[in-house]
């Protein structure tokens, strides 16, 4: 049986109970290069640092798995991953597991599903995972079969064409996961609010706040998955062309 | 006539030729609020700022103008202005004019994209403008009847519901642009590598660089119209879903 070489970052950091349990999966599937941010890196979508340099820091290693940390985002730990250890492209990547949902709209600001759609535009085979639980302390007990199921499926047959998963876990709520279903993204938006303050020094700053908000109602959309106990897997592509609407426009004037 | 509101961001900073330019073209159109990186944010991508709080400064008042600096990155800067200065919506945001191009895969990691998705996602009129220049000093002397001329159309037709524009200009070259083409964003990516370097504690640090690189020759692509001297514009939207790989992936087992 071929050994797979699997790589493993996230955005809540390397110490998140999110990522040690994905590496805990992963390691069952094969040989394992965690490279994952220092800090949180939440809410980064998909940076890049170009005006500093990156510092990585190797933290264990042993026969089949290495562990790194890196200063960057989610997206350069895996470009800085490639070039640097692996030195080549692994069978597989997976970012996760997020503490909290990243389905929705909330797939354009998360440095999760951003680590997956760089693998994704490297041609590698590449997936999210995410559970619907913000909580540090969230219970990940019931989604081992989900993500071995998805990640043997996919080092078997391969996605599609520049093609990635955007994986999202039901929190854990007493009651059973009904099964896995291929959804599209919501439509959804999150409704911002700041929360003005003074510092000691009485200068203004502002906190960002939010509430989601979707009125996409349809059952087959993620958001419908989530709600109603299903896995939802979403295929992402990096083509945010809007082809749907090239017939429109093409009867504007663009004539100078 | 109308007064039409313009909210103007960048990824470059506020103080960026390539803004100046912009806010003097849209002091043509409207009453115009201007909320642009204190700093440069280049590479952000649709990162938002939600561990940190942010700070505004206004730096210039006057009838039918304001100019705000933000410390966030340029989609904070869409969502700040909107709760705090303008409390509502504008009728156009323009993000730009980027120093370097935007086009193909530079969408999903440009900060200056990213703020016009984030004005189309909130319903807004929203475009990006980017010149196939990465000088500071770069020439936008031809640009003036472009970019008025796709404002204008999209303020007075709107743009197709949840779809922004991505605008990316040739680089002044001393032969005429041939014209404005709608095109589809050319399948390509960055191939990265880091310089390894030593800093004078003898640590290692890495700088990340690479080399774009496309074999998407078809000639319907932005990079296609940029090469051949044409303004390049293509609709984006949000929805990441590969809706055309759905179908394979129904062929895989999800079962558990």
New interface residues.
Partial sequence: MKKYRILITNDDSVEAPGIRKLIALMRQLGDVIVMAPDK?Q??????????S????RLLHKEHGYEEYSCSG?P??CI??A???VIKGKPDLIVSGINHGSNAS?N???SGTI?AA?EGC??GINSIGFSLDDYSWSADFSHVD??IL??CR?VLE?GL?K??CL?VNIPAQNGSPVK????C??A?A?WV???D??KDPHN??????TGVFHSDDLAEDTDQWALKNNFVA???????????H??K???T?????
């Fill in positions: 949180p939440s809410g980064m979508g998909h940076a890049i640092t170009v005006s340099p990156l510092r990585m985002t997206v350069d470009k800085i490639e070039k640097t709209i797939v354009v600001y951003a759609i535009i490297e079969e989900y199921k998805i499926e047959k599609p520049d093609t955007n099964g896995m279903m291929l599209r993204q439509r938006s911002e609010s700041f003005a303050r200068k203004d700053y502002y906190w960002l897997i979403v295929p992402l592509h990096f083509d945010l062309t809007a082809h609407h090239l429109t426009l093409h504007y004037d663009w004539k100078i």
